[in-house]
């Protein structure tokens, strides 16, 4: 039986317990628009955690919110804070 | 990056060496279980276990949820994307693990309908967008990641998708944690906790350790100077007599977890009666099924499912791994007959199994500085 090697980079999710922290650029209802530290934007669940609004870091795990990582600052939510 | 370059520090992280060095006590030799996959991972891709001394030992957990599903739940799983107009999804790393004949990667050649999702929310997606085929999510993963699979089944409840389904094999990081205590032929120091799991749960459900067993526990982050301070503070507990769960990540676990979380999870989910698990063997209350509110979503009452146990290969020793009572270079198979492209047991399948992440990393040299 032949097997690949997995590719941690193509959804090894599950198994590293995966955090991302992510910055909310836009918050809806139960969606933000978030954009994590290399740049990509993501869609992301956030019935789970409380006062989402453009700035929140958040640690998101399988497309899911599951923690508020601080309030957000003006730096923060207009961008400057963040490298 | 913000919380990350901080915490990737080598000169920072050669000080809490030397912290660590200074806390042993000499001739003592110290067992410290990492309990999550993604702790195993960080600790061989950053060389952690070459920065300690040859008498502090880390042994790895049983925190991959890849790695202790049996043979026999990745058959029932093929077995439903194997029905005619099924969609199933699965996450990436479940895709090659071995079942008893074959993966899901090898179903998929054979023409059934498998695809990888990021989120059970994608899967869902799936299913609004293809609402004349039935589309299945196949739920692995501990506290982290059920609420991810909770919060998509009560999506589905609520919009009336009627093509989605679960085959629910999310396991719970605490009982095989008491199971492993209770063993006779382990013996640990302390316990690394599993930072994101707590995320969830919080700390009080690692409170049995102390009180009942008497070890300490360090609920930690997964960057390299987050588990060298974590392992600093576990033998700071140890020489000061201290038996506590302790939170290193406090810049992400709150003491009581979260609350949000924890009560979708109640909703959706009941704990199943007992599990098996690849290597442990069964245990009770260790995983968790569909709640009677959510039965109509459950695969495994809408599909029929071998549902057969299938003993793990003889020559396999992921159960040892699994338990910590041996190396992975210590399995009669380890980069012989198993490696990551011919794996024979799900420690080297996924790159956060114990085994993989020795060969891959190549972490397994075995002479260090005593102190």
């Not at chain 2, 994307?81 to 199933?88: H, K, P, R, S, T």
């Not at chain 2, 999702?117 to 999510?137: C, G, H, K, M, Q």
């Not at chain 2, 919080?202 to 588990?227: K, M, N």
Request: proline share 6%; with cysteine; hydrophobic share 40%.
């Amino acid at each position: 039986m032949t097997v690949p090697t997995c590719d941690t980079r193509s959804g090894c999710i599950t198994c590293v317990d995966e955090g991302i922290p992510m910055r909310v650029v836009e918050a809806r209802r139960d969606i933000a628009v978030c954009i994590d530290d290399h740049g990509a934007r993501h869609e992301v669940a956030i019935e789970l955690v409380d006062m989402v609004s453009a700035g929140t870091r958040l640690l998101v795990h399988a497309g899911v919110a599951i923690a508020s990582l601080e309030a957000p600052t003006q730096e923060m939510a207009d961008g400057s804070g963040e490298r | 990056m913000r919380f990350v370059d901080e915490f990737r520090d080598a000169q920072l992280g050669r000080a809490v060496g030397g912290e660590i060095l200074s806390t042993l006590e000499p001739g003592r030799h110290y067992k410290v279980m990492e309990v999550c996959g993604g702790h195993t991972h960080s600790i061989y891709k950053y060389g952690i276990d070459d920065l300690l001394p040859e008498n502090v030992e880390l042994v790895h957990g049983p925190g991959c949820p890849v790695c202790v599903i049996p043979m026999g739940r990745v058959d029932d799983g093929i077995a439903v994307a194997l029905n005619d107009g099924v969609i199933f999804t699965c996450f990436g790393d479940m895709l090659r693990v071995p079942g008893s004949e074959q993966t899901l990667l090898d179903a998929k050649a054979q023409g059934a309908d498998v695809r990888m999702v990021y989120s059970p929310l994608d899967a869902l997606r799936i299913a609004r967008t293809n609402p004349e085929r039935e589309v299945v999510f196949f739920a692995i993963g501990f506290e982290t990641t059920a609420p991810s699979t909770a919060l998509t089944l009560k999506r589905a409840k609520a919009e009336g998708v009627r093509n989605f389904s679960c085959v629910c094999n999310h396991v719970t990081i605490v009982p095989p944690l008491r199971a492993l205590l209770e063993s006779p032929d382990l013996r640990l120091d302390g316990f690394i906790g599993p930072g994101h799991v707590c995320t969830v749960v919080g700390a009080r459900p690692f409170e049995f350790i102390p009180a009942d067993y008497q070890r300490p526990v360090v609920i930690s982050g997964f960057e390299p100077l987050d588990i060298l301070q974590s392992i600093h503070m576990i033998l700071r507990q140890l020489k000061e007599g201290r038996r506590e769960v302790e939170n290193q990540y406090t810049r992400v676990v709150p003491r009581e977890g979260n609350l949000r979380a924890l009560q979708v999870l109640a909703e959706v989910f009941e704990l199943r009666p007992h599990f098996e698990w690849r290597g442990l063997g069964f245990i009770s209350q260790s995983a968790l099924k569909l709640s009677d509110a959510y039965r109509d979503f459950d695969a495994e009452e809408r599909f029929a499912v071998p549902g057969v146990r299938v003993a793990d290969p003889k020559a396999c020793q992921c159960g040892e791994v699994l338990k910590g009572v041996i190396k992975p270079w210590e399995c009669k198979v380890f980069g012989t007959a198993c490696t990551p492209e011919h794996a024979i047991g799900t420690c080297m399948v996924s790159p956060e199994g114990a085994c993989a992440a020795y060969y891959n990393y190549g972490r397994y040299a075995r002479d260090k500085e005593a102190v």
